[in-house]
């Protein structure tokens, strides 16, 4: 168990790898003129057709926020709305072929500007850190 003060610690330095990763998406989300929202939806249909309730789960929003971010990117041509099978009210949201290219083309910026800050551990260190981060994230029920 650790102490109160390296988990203080260790929150502290969650909260400085958040912001520095929020600062980072967030610049080179406005470089193409996307919010950090609309990268996130990008990011979440890059391998799967949602319904519009699963995907508000996905990124905590509301139906009604939800709406608008989807009909934003869907102005753009970034995303698509596809009638249920099952509910002719409902629909399934895929990103289109330009919504992928632009999510891959965001991946590849953000991992460029994070390899050098990784590439300061080992890869045994990354791959504890990997490790680690896998277990919060499924202690969270975070989906991938």
């Known amino acids: 168990?650790?102490?109160?003060?390296?988990?203080?610690?260790?929150?502290?330095?969650?909260?400085q790898v958040s912001f520095l990763l929020q600062a980072r998406l967030s610049r080179i989300a406005a470089a193409h003129d996307l919010s950090i929202a609309q990268v996130r939806?990008?990011?979440?249909?890059?391998?799967?057709?949602?319904?519009?309730?699963?995907?508000?789960?996905?990124?905590?929003?509301?139906?009604?926020s939800l709406s608008g971010l989807v009909d934003r990117a869907a102005a753009r041509a970034l995303v698509e709305r596809l009638p249920s099978r099952n509910d002719g009210r409902a629909a399934h949201i895929r990103s289109t072929s330009e919504g992928r290219k632009l999510s891959r083309s965001i991946e590849r910026r953000v991992a460029e500007e994070l390899a050098p800050l990784l590439q300061t551990l080992s890869a045994t260190e990354r791959d504890h850190l990997l490790g680690g981060l896998a277990q919060v994230l499924s202690a969270a029920g975070t989906p991938k």
């Open 1 to 15: 168990m650790p102490t109160n003060e390296t988990a203080l610690n260790l929150v502290d330095s969650l909260f």
């Open 41 to 64: 939806l990008l990011a979440i249909l890059r391998d799967r057709e949602p319904g519009m309730l699963e995907l508000a789960r996905h990124l905590g929003l509301k139906k009604s």
